[in-house]
């Protein structure tokens, strides 16, 4: 089984990396973290970075894990290997673009590019934020699937993903104690659905209501409550289309012997309890 340790960054191909920048640090909030040959990099916490924009087709994702050593990746190598999915080393140039030491590239069942990592740069300083919206950390993604039962399967059993929740199909994922890392929704094609950072509380993310507002960025969720994992959140619209969360609040699961997944159904209820609609395609239809 793959040991995944924690996301360690996420990359998102931009037909504007300029203009995505900008977005990164005067509204997201996110410090720069250099540029190199095409690609921007950005910080949102301790580590070295957390987001990075690359000048591209806006439908090239990938999602870097951390694993704990390289015999890990040779483990994950042969696992990835044994499903009949494709599966690559990292080319020295991969592996200086993404800021580590080794690099193991693969597709999940969907076609999602996803990323193993060892040896990542070390930050260098504490991270400083480009504006006070109140970010505390990149936590977690959403991620499209085109089969949520077999891809769900391939988290949790190829790898050491576990269900915190279900909203219909879409499974929540976690892989440490915090209540999901991954979310599934189901969709016609692959790729990152959201990509959520937590804020300190509640202050922030209403102030971030208001801030987006008077900026005229596009809210299509929130603020609103999520029933599953308890998170106060906010969604809104980015660069090439990417939804963007503020959340805080969400819920640990520290008992791993006694928990047990609860299933939602695929209702508006089950995305806000406070009564918030999405206007997000995957939370409307699943």
Known sequence: MIDL??????????????????????ILGLEQAGRENGTRYFRSDGRDHTLAYVEGDPSDHAIGFDVLDVAALDAAASEIDAQDLPVAWGTREECEGRRVEHLLRFTDPSG??????????????????????????????????????????FWTRVCNARVSDRIGTAPLLRIDAVHHKL??????????????????????????YYFLRERNVRIV??????PTSSAIFLYYEGPDGMIYEYSTGVRTIDDETTYQPRQFPFAPASFCMWGSLPDIPEFRKG
């Open 5 to 26: 340790r924690d996301i360690r960054y996420v990359r998102l191909g931009t037909c504007d990396v300029e203009a995505a920048s900008r977005y990164a640090t005067s």
């Open 112 to 153: 999602n590019a996803i990323e193993l990592v060892h040896g990542a740069r070390p930050a260098g300083h504490a991270y400083v934020a480009s504006r006070e919206a109140g970010i505390t950390g990149f936590s977690h993604i959403g991620l499209r699937t085109t089969d949520a039962a077999r891809d769900e399967a």
């Open 183 to 208: 979310a599934l929704f189901p969709s016609a094609h692959p790729g990152v659905q959201h990509v959520n950072h937590q804020v300190a509380g509640v202050d922030d993310v209403m102030r971030a």
């Open 221 to 226: 969720f929130g603020p609103g409550r999520h």
